[in-house]
């Protein structure tokens, strides 16, 4: 007497005392014994109804990985080295490289534009005003 038969995992899981793990691609219908691996974090758990996770943080984490958006990358606009940057007090009219405070008046100082000291005289200067043009942030 040959007893072999074919049975689908679902009748082999019904069959067994144990609860066994079913994948979430096989049905476990009317199947209470059966436990179920959570798509997004693998744990075996109980599916009670229709559950498919084993918990609201990982159906909250699958709901997020399925509808999220590429984020565009954040260009920050070009800065001006502050090092290569001449500064004016607003008070006294003393210009400073690099340095945004008057320490005479205990003032800030205003953007004048980048520069350099100038080689003869050790005065800082700008390169609108070797060009001759008007800075745009005076």
């Not at 990358?73 to 945004?100: F, H, I, M, S």
Request: aromatic fraction near 6%; include cysteine.
């Amino acid at each position: 007497m040959n007893t072999t038969s074919t049975t689908s995992p679902n009748e082999t899981a019904v069959r067994n005392d144990t609860a066994t793990a079913v994948s979430p691609n096989e049905t476990a219908v009317r199947n209470d014994t059966a436990t179920m691996i959570c798509p997004q974090c693998g744990d075996t758990f109980r599916p009670l109804g229709r559950r498919q996770w084993c918990s609201d943080a990982c159906r909250q984490a699958a709901w997020r990985r399925r509808n999220t958006t590429p984020r565009a990358a954040v260009v920050l606009p070009a800065r001006t080295v502050k090092a290569d940057t001449v500064y004016e007090c607003p008070n006294c009219q003393t210009r400073y490289l690099g340095q945004q405070h008057c320490p005479d008046c205990r003032t800030f100082c205003r953007n004048i534009g980048r520069g350099a000291p100038c080689p003869h005289c050790d005065e800082f200067v700008t390169v609108g005003d070797l060009t001759g043009e008007q800075g745009a942030r005076r």
